[in-house]
């Protein structure tokens, strides 16, 4: 167990619907990442939250966003779903000079 | 920007040896990083190599030349449950992480 969560496991939606996915990091790290994972494809940056601050931005689309509240859990919004944007979403959480360690995912079906 | 390149496929024999190598270019470089990645799962941290050299841990063990620009992650003694995916990944300025596309391991008995 990492100690990274993600809820939910599964989400089915439509295209054009928007949808939140939550992350809590390990406790003690303060940096929250998304990633996304389309099949048989690598990592995707998405972006880094540090401490609530936006850190650094991937190639994430104008539709989605993200931010890192006060207790440093972590949403990511999608929104105008469409086909392409069905995909494992992993969070993950490290501290200062520590590894990444990622949490089980949420996997997304636009249908 | 960060551009990290693996091979895409590997096999190897079930007690056998295997390398994966990953060569990278960066604009900054704070470490690099192995995973591995079953199919569906989420990456779990193998390595990590700041300095050059050879970090041992276990039956794996990972090598990083920094003027190179190339690492390799080394799986000795290989057991069917190594089949996954190895994942490289490259952390540049600001701490950001970057993966490379991954390496599909199969191991046949």
């Known amino acids: 167990d990492s100690g990274v969560t993600q809820t939910p496991k599964h989400l089915i939606t439509a295209t054009g619907q928007r949808v939140t996915l939550r992350c809590s990091p390990r406790?003690?790290?303060?940096?929250v990442y998304w990633y996304q994972q389309s099949l048989d494809q690598g990592l995707q940056f998405l972006i880094q939250y540090y401490n609530g601050e936006e850190r650094a931005k991937g190639n994430i689309l104008e539709r989605f966003s993200a931010q890192q509240f006060p207790d440093l859990h972590s949403e990511l919004n999608l929104s105008s779903l469409e086909l392409g944007d069905s995909a494992l979403y992993f969070c993950a959480s490290s501290s200062p000079n520590s590894p990444l360690h990622f949490g089980n995912g949420t996997r997304l079906t636009v249908t | 920007g960060q551009n990290i390149d693996q091979p895409t496929e590997m096999t190897a024999t079930e007690g056998a040896i295997v390398q994966i190598n990953c060569t990278y270019q960066t604009s900054g470089f704070n470490g690099l990083f192995w995973y591995q990645q079953h199919a569906g799962e989420a990456p779990t941290f193998l390595s990590y190599n700041v300095l050059d050299g050879l970090e041992e841990k276990g039956r794996f063990s990972s090598f990083l030349s920094r003027s190179k620009g190339y690492s390799y992650l080394l799986l000795k003694e290989l057991q069917m449950k190594d089949s996954a995916s190895y994942l490289c990944?490259?952390?540049?300025?600001?701490?950001?992480?970057?993966f490379g596309g991954g390496t599909r391991l199969m191991v046949k008995p």
């Open positions: 406790s003690g790290d303060l940096s």
């Open positions: 990944a490259v952390r540049g300025a600001g701490n950001m992480l970057t």
